[in-house]
């Protein structure tokens, strides 16, 4: 019943309605459990670090959602956690262009093998990629999760996929507390040309 390879039963979440999560789009979001960073910033650490104590939404109850109000919604967001981790999650976004709706995924970039599937398969629209900083200050950024040889190996590929598929990716850095005004100038240079990076100003998480 909870085969853990349904990408399915990885949804702990479902916002029914946003208008702030796909720009220009009124989406419905699915929130993936799991994580392989451990920002000590993270606003969604409960479903990053225990997905467990997040009860699944389920399958049917989201493609019920999708198919009564594909009229309404643009399309389906798909974030987490991370959720280039579930697997199958060709599976997840087939289902949900089967109910005429395109999809959004937002990655930390860590898994560029699995966005590059993804977009080989025509499965995204678009790509919201999070550039945590410069590549130096990723394990203070991470909980010490990435080293900067491979925060700068995965955000390359997938600034390499960027190229590949114009129009499709989305840059986003968040004003995180240990990043000065010296490392987000440095963080705008990773970018490759001609892309933007969107600085977003951190919130603290609220205490639980
Ligand atoms: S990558 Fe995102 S979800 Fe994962 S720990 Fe960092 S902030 Fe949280």
Sequence with gaps: MNDPHTPWNHIRGMQPQSFCDWPGHVSAVLFTGGCNLHCPTCHNAGLAWHPEEHPLVGRETVLTHLQ?????LDGVVITG?????VPGLDQLCRDCLDCGLPCKLD???MRPDVVAELLEQDLLSLVAVDVKGPWSK??????????PEQAQSCLEQIFALSKRYPGRFAFRCTKVPPLSE???AATKTLIPTGMELTFQDYIPPRPH
């Design 138 to 147: 990723y394990p203070e950024l991470t909980g010490k999760a990435c080293t």
């Design 182 to 184: 010296d490392d987000l």
């Design 81 to 85: 956690g991370e959720p280039t981790l």
């Design 68 to 72: 009564s109000h594909r009229n309404w």
């Design 107 to 109: 990655t930390n970039g």
